[in-house]
């Protein structure tokens, strides 16, 4: 008989651990042969890698009832959404997308995570994609490999917030709801454009950088890695960290180690370019799914002061704009993952868009 201590010990220890995670993501590939882009330009083999959570679940109606597709920001990866402030508050039991009840989609956008980039070996010579190819391979991804024909809501963040604007006009049938998170449904202009070229301009423009033939990443790269880190910051999060002038450089130097270790500058070139010619602002009328569109107060790529998505939201036939206010708990444009900042809002949105 074992030890009643150590039974009563254990039973005690068993009791206080935290809950286990719904389950660990499912990992795959999905190699798309002959991928045309927009421009003419083809990949004889495209790789899109992914992540999902759950299962596919079909309704009466046959179409599956229960996919959510969630697109990541510039220079990000799906698995973004595994950190704590996202999942923790989305995925687990009980939560608004309890991975038990959902089936998760998490890709890795063309140029991004481990599909398909410019890093891979072909450098300058990858296909120059722009928006619509990610959102089209997106759409070969959901159904062509998934065999989801139909999608509860499309949530995005950043760069994903404008490929949700474009899956709500590209395939106004396929979804129940949208959440754009931190952007604009207008050109990138003004000063969202001019911070983008003086980043893609710092590399370009460095002798390091080759022509993309580069040995060493060039120092280009770092320029480009602080109009990152700025356009990303939090006025109040910055000062709170970096109080000090000692601190900030101390905070500055590394963020930017850290970058550097896993930014690549072609990659990041093309990544940022690839806005070029987003433009979802005449078609705002076609969508048909609710909308729930959020943006932050701090966020310095969409400050609020431009009136923009207040006045854009107008022409969305069911569009709802919500403006976060600053707080101690928002995070400029990564407010976008804090998703406890915003999450009664993703519920009125599920609630609003129930069959």
């Given amino acids: 008989m074992p030890n009643k201590t150590i039974l009563r010990l254990t039973i005690t220890a068993a009791l206080c651990l935290p809950l286990v995670r719904a389950q660990t993501p499912d990992e795959g590939n999905f190699v ?36 959510v597709l969630i697109l990541h920001g510039t220079g990000g990866s799906g698995k973004q959404f595994l950190a704590p402030q996202f999942r923790d508050v989305l995925f687990e039991p009980g939560e608004l997308l309890d991975a038990q009840r959902y089936y998760i989609i998490l890709p890795d956008d063309i140029g991004h995570g481990s599909s398909s980039k410019p890093s891979d070996g072909l450098r300058t010579r990858f296909p120059h994609y722009d928006y619509a190819d990610m959102v089209k391979a997106e759409y070969l991804l959901v159904t062509q490999r ?13 760069m994903g917030c404008m490929h949700t604007w474009m899956w709500g006009e590209q395939h106004p049938d396929f979804m129940d709801a949208l959440m754009p998170l931190a952007c604009l449904p207008i050109p990138i202009s003004g000063r969202n454009r001019i911070w983008r070229k003086m ?19 060039p120092y280009g790269l770092t320029e ?17 960290a970096a109080p000090t002038p000692q601190l900030a450089d101390e905070f500055l130097r590394h963020l930017v180690e850290a970058r550097r ?14 806005s070029r010619d987003y433009d979802p602002s005449q078609n705002l009328d076609k969508i048909q799914a609710p909308v729930m569109y959020i943006n932050s107060a701090d966020d310095f790529i969409n400050p609020p002061e431009l009136g923009i998505a207040q006045q854009e939201i107008k ?3 069911r569009g709802q704009f919500v403006l976060l206010p600053i707080t101690p708990e928002t995070r400029g444009h990564g407010t976008h993952t804090e998703a406890k900042i915003w999450k009664q809002y993703l519920a009125q949105l599920l609630q609003e868009s129930r069959h």
Wanted: cysteine-free; charged content about 20%; hydrophobic content about 40%.
């Fill in 146 to 158: 998934l065999h989801v024909d139909h999608l509860r809501l499309v949530m995005g963040t950043s």
């Fill in 224 to 240: 480009a890695i602080y109009f990152l880190i700025l356009a990303g910051s939090s006025p109040l999060q910055m000062q709170k």
């Fill in 199 to 217: 980043l893609m301009d710092s590399i370009r423009n460095d002798p390091g950088w080759m022509g993309g033939n580069y040995k060493e990443q």
């Fill in 32 to 67: 798309v042969p002959h991928f045309q882009f927009d421009d003419g330009e083809q990949l004889d083999k495209l790789n899109l890698h992914y992540m999902t959570l759950g299962h596919p679940a079909r309704g009466r109606d046959g179409h599956v009832s229960n996919a």
């Fill in 315 to 317: 022409r969305v036939k």
């Fill in 261 to 274: 270790k896993v930014t690549d500058a072609n990659d990041l070139l093309y990544a940022v370019d690839a």
